[in-house]
C-alpha cells in the first residue's frame, strides 16, 4: 500500500514532466523561429558583421606622348592601417608610428583610442607613403600593422607638359588638364574585395568579387621634347625681360595637332601646392586667360580685306606720315610713313595703314572674318576652362571701334585661338581643330584615333598671299620681325605689343602684352608657333620674336624638315639686330633699345636642339631627367641592403633569401626618377 509520501511524488513527478515537456516545447519552437523563420533576418545581420566589401580602384590610365614617351602613369605603394583591437599598447603604437611616418603623435593616438573605444578592427594612419617610410616600417615586423598596396599618379618627367596633363586629387580624380578632361575615361572601373572576419576582425578569408576594369590610355600629340625647348626657352624670356607670365603655342598646321603648350610660371605635379602662389602656378593661360593681341591681330584684318574685296598686296595706302584721325580719335604710328603698300603696312606694323584697310572692307565684312578666325569662341581643345576671348557683337561697336578692331584692340584672344588662325595662313585656308589627343585606348581594343577637324575660311590663292606678306615681317630690312628669321629656314609671322591699361589710373602704361605668331617653311610651313609674354617693357618683336626663333630652329631640325634656304655661317639673334631699328610700330611712340645677345647655357638644356647667338648645337634627344646612381649591391644582406637604400634613397626591389647574387640595373647606372634596382637573393 503506498505511502502517503509516494502519493505526494507522483503528481510532483507528473507536473515536473509537463514542465520540462512545455520547456523543451518553447526552447524547439525558439530554435524554429530563429533558424527557420527568422534566419534570412539573422544570416543577413551575420553577413554584415563578418563580411566587408573592400572597393578595388582601378588602375588610372597612362598618358604617352605622340612618340610613346609617358607623360603620366599609376605606380603602386604601400599605405598603413591598423587593427586597434590588436594593439598592444595605444601610446607606444602612436610613438612609434608617428616617427616613422611623419605624423602628429598626440592626433595619431586620439585616432587610435578613438577606433579602440569603438571596437573597430580597421583604421587608415597614413596612405601613400615613401619607400624608406615602407622599409623602416617593415624592419618592426608588426604583426598589428598591415602594409596595402595602393596606386598613386606620377609623372616621370617632372614639371614638364604640366599644364597640360593637370593632376589628381586623393582620390584619384583629374585636377586640371586631361587628367581631368578625360577623367571619366583615365579612372576606369573599380572592383570589389569581399573580406570575411571572426568576432576579433580577424580575416580569414578574401576573395574578389568584382576584377577592376584599368582606364584608358591616352597618346597626346605632345612631343616631349618640342614641349622641353618651348618651356625652357619661354622660361628664359619671361626672366630676362622681367615680364609677370608667358605662354607659348606650337602647333602643326596641317593637322591641328598641338605640339607643345608652355606656361610660365609653371609648377610639378607631383607636389601638392601648399600656397596661393603654387595654386596660381597652375592656371593653364595658353588656355584660360584671353588678352589684347595688338598688331598680330593686323593678320585678320588684311585677310579680310583680301577676300571681300579687291585689294592685293600692291595696293597702295597714303599713311598720314604719322598722325590719321578718325571720328575725332587721332591714331598715331610710331615712325612716320607717307604712301605704304598694304606689304609694307604688315611689315612695318603701321596702326593707320591697318586702319584704312579696316575701313576698305568695312565693319561687317571684318566682323565677318573675326568670327571665321574663331576668335569669340572656343577652340574645342579638350582642356578645362578653356576662354572664349572677348569678341563685341557688332550692334555694339562704336564709330571708331572699326580703327580699333583692325589693329587689335577693343578684343581678346588666346595663344591657343593665335596659334590656329596663324595656322589658317600656313595651310592654305583651312580653320583647323586644336589636336590635343591622337588616339584613346580603351583596355585590350585598338586605339580610336581622333579625328581631324577642319574647315576652309580662306581661299588658297589669299592664303598664298598672306603668307608671302608674313614673310616680309621677317626679311624685310625694316620688318618688325627680324628677331624671328631662321638659319636654313624662311620663316613668317607677325610680332604684336598691346599696350597694358591702368583701370585705377584710366589710362595707357609703358608695360606691353608682346607677342609673336609665326611659321616656318614659308613653302611648306611644318610647324606654327604663337608666343606671349605679358607686363614686359619691350615690343612683341623683342621678347617673343627670340623665344619663335629658338624653338623653331629646334622644332624643325628634330622634326627633319628639309632647309629651304642657304645656312649663314654663325648667324645668331645678334646678327639679326644689325644696330637697326626692328620695333614693332603699332603702339608706342619711342623705340626701344636693341635687345642684347643672348645666349643659350648648355648644361640647362642637355642634348637637346637650341640655337644660342651663334651656333646650333647638335640634333635633340628625349630630355634626361637623371636621379642618384645605383649602389653596388652584390653580395650583401637584406639587412645590409636595407640601410645602404635608406641612407642612398635608391629604391629597390627584393626577391629570394640569403645575400644579393644578381642585380639590375648595375652599379654606377644614373635612376631615373622612381625607378627601383631589382635584386635577387640566394644562398
Known amino acids: 500500500m503506498p505511502t502517503r509520501e509516494e502519493d505526494l511524488a507522483i503528481p510532483r513527478l507528473k507536473l515536473f514532466a509537463r514542465v520540462c515537456l512545455v520547456w523543451g516545447l518553447v526552447i524547439v519552437l525558439r530554435l524554429i523561429q530563429l533558424q527557420v523563420v527568422q534566419h534570412e533576418s539573422y544570416a543577413r545581420q551575420a553577413q554584415m558583421q563578418q563580411e566587408r566589401q573592400i572597393e578595388v580602384r582601378a588602375p588610372r590610365g597612362a598618358i604617352f606622348d605622340r612618340n610613346g614617351q609617358p607623360l603620366a602613369m599609376s605606380v603602386s605603394v604601400d599605405s598603413v592601417c591598423v587593427n586597434p583591437q590588436k594593439v ?193 602656378a597652375r592656371k593653364n593661360l595658353a588656355v584660360m586667360a584671353p588678352f589684347e593681341p595688338g598688331s598680330v591681330f593686323k593678320v585678320v584684318t588684311l585677310s579680310a580685306a583680301l577676300e571681300t574685296t579687291r585689294l592685293t598686296p600692291d595696293s597702295s595706302f597714303y599713311c598720314g606720315n604719322g598722325a590719321f584721325t578718325l571720328f575725332r580719335r587721332v591714331i598715331h604710328d610710331a615712325h612716320p610713313h607717307g604712301t605704304l603698300s598694304m606689304a609694307d603696312i604688315l611689315a612695318r606694323s603701321s596702326n593707320i595703314g591697318a586702319i584704312k584697310v579696316g575701313l576698305v572692307a568695312g565693319n561687317q565684312n571684318l566682323y565677318d572674318y573675326v568670327k571665321k578666325f574663331g576668335f569669340g569662341a572656343k577652340t574645342g581643345i579638350p582642356l578645362p576652362g578653356e576662354g572664349r576671348g572677348v569678341v563685341r557683337p557688332l550692334n555694339r561697336w562704336i564709330a571708331s571701334s572699326i580703327g580699333s578692331v583692325a589693329m587689335g584692340h ?129 615690343y612683341g618683336g623683342v621678347v617673343a620674336g627670340p623665344v619663335f626663333h629658338k624653338v623653331a630652329t629646334a622644332a624643325l631640325r628634330y622634326l627633319d624638315v628639309p632647309k629651304d634656304r642657304p645656312e649663314d655661317q654663325g648667324i645668331g639673334l645678334d646678327d639679326l639686330t644689325d644696330g637697326k631699328d626692328f620695333t614693332d610700330e603699332n603702339d608706342a611712340s619711342d623705340p626701344d633699345p636693341l635687345m642684347p645677345p643672348v645666349t643659350i647655357e648648355s648644361d640647362e638644356a642637355p642634348s637637346i636642339l637650341l640655337a644660342s647667338a651663334s651656333t646650333l648645337v647638335a640634333p635633340p634627344q628625349a630630355p634626361a631627367i637623371y636621379g642618384p646612381k645605383a649602389p653596388d649591391f652584390v653580395g650583401k644582406s637584406k639587412r645590409d641592403v636595407i640601410a645602404a637604400s635608406l641612407e642612398t634613397g635608391v629604391r629597390v626591389e627584393m626577391s629570394g633569401a640569403g645575400l644579393v647574387r644578381q642585380q639590375s640595373p648595375p652599379a654606377g647606372s644614373a635612376l631615373q626618377p622612381g625607378e627601383r634596382v631589382r635584386l635577387v637573393f640566394s644562398r
Not at 609623372?155 to 582620390?171: S, T
Not at 614641349?227 to 606650337?250: C, D, F, I, R
Not at 586644336?434 to 588616339?439: E, G, I, Q
Open 88 to 280: 598592444p599598447n595605444l601610446a607606444m603604437a602612436a610613438d612609434i608610428l608617428s616617427r616613422v611616418l611623419d605624423l602628429e603623435p598626440g592626433e595619431l593616438l586620439q585616432k587610435l583610442a578613438t577606433a579602440s573605444e569603438a571596437k573597430r578592427g580597421f583604421l587608415w594612419v597614413k596612405r601613400k607613403i615613401s619607400f624608406q617610410e615602407s622599409e623602416r616600417l617593415r624592419a618592426y615586423d608588426f604583426d598589428w600593422v598591415e602594409l596595402r598596396k595602393e596606386s598613386t599618379r606620377y609623372y616621370p618627367k617632372g614639371a614638364l607638359a604640366a599644364h597640360v596633363l593637370g593632376g589628381v586629387d586623393h582620390g584619384e580624380h583629374g585636377n586640371g588638364g586631361v587628367e581631368q578632361f578625360f577623367d571619366k575615361e583615365l579612372h576606369g572601373q573599380a572592383g570589389v574585395t569581399r573580406t570575411t572576419a571572426d568576432v576579433r576582425q580577424n580575416v580569414f578569408d578574401s576573395r574578389v568579387h568584382t576584377d577592376p576594369l584599368p582606364g584608358a590610355t591616352l597618346h597626346l600629340a605632345i612631343d616631349e621634347r618640342i614641349q622641353y625647348v618651348a618651356e625652357q626657352e619661354l622660361a628664359k624670356a619671361v626672366k630676362e625681360h622681367n615680364a609677370s607670365t608667358g605662354s607659348a603655342v606650337v602647333m602643326d598646321p596641317r593637322t591641328g595637332d598641338v605640339l607643345a603648350i608652355a606656361n610660365y610660371p609653371s609648377y610639378n605635379p607631383n607636389e601638392p601646392p601648399t600656397d596661393r602662389k603654387s595654386f596660381e
Open 410 to 538: 577693343e578684343i581678346s584672344t588666346t595663344a591657343v585661338q593665335l596659334a590656329r588662325a596663324c595656322s589658317v595662313i600656313a595651310n592654305g585656308g583651312m580653320l583647323v581643330k586644336p589636336r590635343l589627343v591622337r588616339s584613346i585606348a580603351r583596355g585590350t581594343h585598338e586605339p580610336v584615333e581622333v579625328r581631324i577637324e577642319s574647315e576652309r575660311i580662306l581661299v588658297p590663292e589669299n592664303a598664298m598671299k598672306m603668307r608671302r606678306m608674313m614673310q616680309r615681317v621677317v626679311d624685310d630690312a625694316r620688318g618688325t620681325g627680324k628677331a624671328a628669321r631662321l638659319n636654313g629656314y624662311s620663316s613668317a609671322g607677325k610680332t604684336g605689343s598691346a599696350q597694358i591699361y591702368d583701370f585705377a589710373g584710366r589710362k595707357y602704361t609703358h608695360r606691353y602684352n608682346g607677342s609673336f605668331m609665326g611659321f616656318a617653311p614659308v613653302n611648306n610651313p611644318a610647324i606654327v608657333i604663337a608666343v606671349t609674354l605679358n607686363n614686359t617693357a619691350k
